[in-house]
């Protein structure tokens, strides 16, 4: 229903930043809500931050608050991360899920989100 293609990723020394994006294709951009996760080697891929349909709700894991913020363009059908003051434990593949919703709720579990990105890969130099 809808597939999703993220860019961005890069190599960065600690404190840097980049931005990531995730294009999603489709004429019903506006109808998912839609997240950020990452996984790094050996764990479960865990949610990072969440957007509602119209960007009017975010949510944000409490390790990368204050330094992440997402946001989208529905426009564009693309939805963005911008990472601030990156740090080592940063580093991940970082994929951009979508999901149907019909609220402003956002949820974090991965099982909830129905599409996924290919992913792409950031990893954080000390």
């Known amino acids: 229903q809808v597939e999703l293609v993220e860019s961005g990723g890069g190599l960065v020394q600690a404190g840097g930043s980049l931005r990531l994006s995730c294009a999603a294709s489709g004429r019903t951009f506006s109808n998912y809500a839609m997240g950020w996760f990452r996984q790094a080697p050996g764990r479960e891929r865990e949610f990072v931050a969440g957007?509602?349909?119209?960007?009017?709700?975010?949510s944000y894991t409490d390790s990368v608050k204050g330094r992440f913020t997402i946001s989208r363009d529905n426009d564009r059908n693309t939805v963005y991360l911008q990472m601030n003051s990156l740090k080592p434990e940063d580093t991940a593949v970082y994929y951009c899920?979508?999901?149907?919703?019909?609220?402003?709720?956002?949820?974090?579990?991965?099982?909830?989100?129905?599409?996924w990105g290919q992913g792409t890969q950031v990893t954080v130099s000390s």
């Open positions: 957007i509602s349909r119209s960007g009017g709700s975010t």
């Open positions: 899920a979508a999901r149907r919703s019909s609220s402003a709720r956002i949820v974090i579990g991965r099982e909830e989100y129905g599409y």
